[in-house]
Nanobody, 124 residues
């Protein structure tokens, strides 16, 4: 049974930073793309960032480019999301997801395992 467990969420001030972590157990990790999505209250889930199996290629939604960094440590079965220069509009539940393939996409349907989510609140 593949399990994804996120951590690192919490309360931050505008301009602050948080680092999210997601540990994957019970299945393949190093051969799969990983991604972060988020869902704000009253809004649909949206893509945030993705990383290929090797970590050599990443992709971001425009609103977080230059502020967020996705990375992975295949020895630890962990993917990270470093969030800098946080804004109130970054407030959401953040979910990590494991892809069904090696390459990364922004489509939720390309990810077949999801974590329970971690709450991020950015105060103004």
């Amino acid at each position: 049974q593949v399990q994804l467990v996120e951590s690192g969420g919490g309360l931050a001030q505008t301009g602050g930073s948080l680092r999210l972590s997601c540990v994957v157990s019970g299945g393949a990790f190093s051969s799969r793309a990983m991604a972060w999505f988020r869902q704000a209250p009253g809004k649909e889930r949206e893509f945030v960032a993705a990383i290929t199996w090797s970590g050599r290629s990443t992709d971001y939604t425009d609103s977080v480019k230059g502020r967020f960094t996705i990375s992975r440590d295949n020895a630890k079965n962990t993917v990270y999301l470093l969030m800098n220069s946080l804004k109130p509009e970054d407030t959401a539940v953040y979910y990590c997801a494991r892809g069904s393939r090696t390459y990364a996409t922004s489509l939720g349907n390309d990810y077949n395992y999801w974590g329970q989510g971690t709450q991020v609140i950015v105060s103004s």
